[in-house]
């Protein structure tokens, strides 16, 4: 938090869980009468509605001006709970700065995931053989719809925020679902991490200096996407030129192409998908070639000299 200098005002993600209050707390305390908090109810359990309570008693007693969002934060079919309810906790936030826009102009936005978050974000993005972008865990700082988003506590462990609170007295709501071993976060917490933590004491700064590390690479071969991409991109939007991506080394096509597709069309193609890309591209010598591969939910298509993509 000592390093932690955003634009205020600033609004605090407050679910009523202990990391939330501590955040809350440790902000409002840092910046008085410059913070607001923001709670989603997200209406996924019977426990909702005391939640809203809960927060709504801290806030008053804070002196802390409260917004609450209501959203529908059901997943859907190949959907997992935790991929829609952040889904719908951004919509949230989105609306909860329109609210505010006219009243104190939010800048930015804290959220107190922490230490062990992250732990488990690597954890997962392992177990699902994930490329540097996932390797990268969650960000401290980024922007989105405006607004600066920041993550001060990933430095700093849940057992520590837990112990912070005890010595001020802070009450906090605990969430049940936290207990359930049916997602796999909640195995990971339970049962790895106490074997980490016997195994490795300092796990929560190792693997937070490796994602560090894997983030900073990844920024690298951003950049070098972007310079490849001024090479190989046709400046009228048409694709990208096949001739000139056949000069690059298959590495750097693999690179730029992913790049193309997440920066062009929010799209991220499967390893299997990328690779057949990549073949196709190699066996591209004639005229008559045609490349039409599914990739996400769209496809890359030859036009011509051009690769493009789009989505029927």
């Known amino acids: 938090m000592q390093d932690f200098n955003p634009v205020l005002p600033l609004a605090v993600a407050f679910s009523g869980g202990a990391d939330s209050t501590a955040l809350l707390l440790a902000c409002t305390e840092k910046w008085p009468n410059q913070v607001v908090a923001w709670h989603v109810n997200h209406g996924l359990q019977d426990a909702a509605a005391a939640f809203e309570t809960h927060c709504s008693t801290v806030c008053e007693q804070l002196r802390v001006p409260l917004r609450i969002q209501k959203v529908d934060a059901k997943h859907g079919s190949g959907q997992s709970p935790e991929e829609a309810a952040r889904l719908a906790r951004y919509k949230a936030f989105d609306a909860l700065a329109l609210v505010?826009?006219?009243?104190?102009?939010?800048?930015?936005?804290?959220?107190?995931?922490?230490?062990?978050?992250?732990?488990?974000?690597?954890?997962?993005?392992?177990?699902?053989?994930?490329?540097?972008?996932?390797?990268?865990?969650?960000?401290?700082?980024?922007?989105?719809?405006?607004?600066?988003?920041?993550?001060?506590l990933l430095s700093v462990s849940s057992p520590d925020i837990r112990r912070w609170l005890a010595q001020r007295g802070a009450a906090f709501v605990e969430d049940p679902t936290n207990r359930e071993q049916r997602f796999t976060r909640n195995r990971i917490r339970a049962q790895l991490l106490p074997v980490l933590e016997t195994v490795f004491p300092h796990y929560r700064d190792t693997f937070g200096r490796s994602a560090s590390h894997a983030a900073q690479a990844q920024a690298l071969l951003n950049e070098v996407a972007v310079q490849d991409g001024l090479q190989v991109g046709d400046p009228g939007d048409k694709g990208l030129r096949i001739k000139s991506l056949q000069l690059l080394s298959r590495a750097r096509q693999a690179n730029a192409l992913r790049y193309w597709l997440k920066s062009s069309f929010q799209v991220i193609p499967s390893a299997a998908q990328l690779a057949e890309l990549l073949d196709q591209l190699a066996a591209c010598t004639t005229r008559g070639h045609r490349i039409h591969i599914k990739v996400a939910h769209g496809f890359a298509l030859r036009r011509g000299e051009f690769l493009t993509w789009y989505n029927p």
């Open 100 to 152: 505010d826009s006219a009243q104190v102009a939010i800048k930015s936005v804290a959220i107190a995931q922490h230490a062990d978050d992250q732990v488990e974000t690597l954890l997962l993005a392992l177990s699902r053989g994930a490329g540097l972008p996932g390797l990268s865990g969650m960000p401290t700082h980024w922007q989105r719809s405006g607004l600066d988003f920041y993550r001060p």
